[in-house]
T-cell receptor
Framework: AQSVSQHNHHVILSEAASLELGCNYSYGGTVNLFWYVQYPGQHLQLLLKYFSGDPLVKGIKGFEAEFIKSKFSFNLRKPSVQWSDTAEYFCAVTAKTTDSWGKLQFGAGTQVVVTP | SQTIHQWPATLVQPVGSPLSLECTVEGTSNPNLYWYRQAAGRGLQLLFYSVGIGQISSEVPQNLSASRPQDRQFILSSKKLLLSDSGFYLC???????????FGSGTRLTVV
């Protein structure tokens, strides 16, 4: 069964620092990849997604992610974080089976705290 | 446009009481529907999914059940709540191509 691993459970950094969150998945076939974000008190929302094409995907609020197929990775990055980026970030993967797409599987999440 | 509604937002229930959480989707037909539970440090765990009316698949054995009485309605239930059922429950929908899920605002359930 496919699995999704997020390497850091908790990250604390200062404003203007760069952020990189790791995500690896275990499925070897065709995948769709997602990063979701949950700001404090808000519901889960899509940050960015990769289906095909350019492996460098740009999302909302200055975030980007790079799909590296050989490493089964989809790391999330932001060059300079702001206090408002404090949130929990979830990597998610859905894998293609013979005739359909599987359910969305989530990583455990990374709590990011940005200090002023 | 498509919208997803989930209620209630917060619920406190005693152990042994029944549960019913409701989720409805508007603006689309024949959506795939999902119930997830979010626990601190454990991400989102898929509980149930449905690809059509009356079709329910369970991902993990548990004290909960799900039903889909109408195309755009998905209900999470329990006959007798356990303390371990406490958590944050999220409903989501997707199209058949699974190009991303859209989540509801969630229900914070506390069993006391």
């Amino acid at each position: 069964a496919q699995s999704v691993s997020q390497h850091n459970h908790h990250v604390i950094l200062s404003e203007a620092a760069s952020l990189e969150l790791g995500c690896n998945y275990s499925y070897g076939g065709t995948v769709n990849l997602f990063w979701y974000v949950q700001y404090p008190g808000q519901h889960l929302q899509l940050l960015l997604k990769y289906f095909s094409g350019d492996p460098l995907v740009k999302g909302i609020k200055g975030f980007e992610a790079e799909f590296i197929k050989s490493k089964f990775s989809f790391n999330l990055r932001k060059p300079s974080v702001q206090w408002s980026d404090t949130a929990e970030y979830f990597c998610a993967v859905t894998a293609k089976t013979t005739d359909s797409w599987g359910k969305l599987q989530f990583g455990a999440g990374t709590q990011v705290v940005v200090t002023p | 446009s498509q919208t997803i509604h989930q209620w209630p937002a917060t619920l406190v229930q005693p152990v042994g009481s029944p549960l019913s959480l409701e989720c409805t989707v508007e603006g689309t037909s024949n959506p795939n529907l999902y119930w997830y539970r979010q626990a601190a440090g454990r991400g989102l765990q898929l509980l149930f999914y449905s690809v059509g009316i009356g079709q329910i698949s369970s991902e993990v054995p548990q004290n909960l059940s799900a039903s889909r009485p109408q195309d755009r309605q998905f209900i999470l239930s329990s006959k007798k709540l356990l303390l371990s059922d406490s958590g944050f429950y999220l409903c989501a929908w997707s199209g058949v191509t699974n190009y991303g899920y859209t989540f509801g605002s969630g229900t914070r359930l506390t069993v006391v």
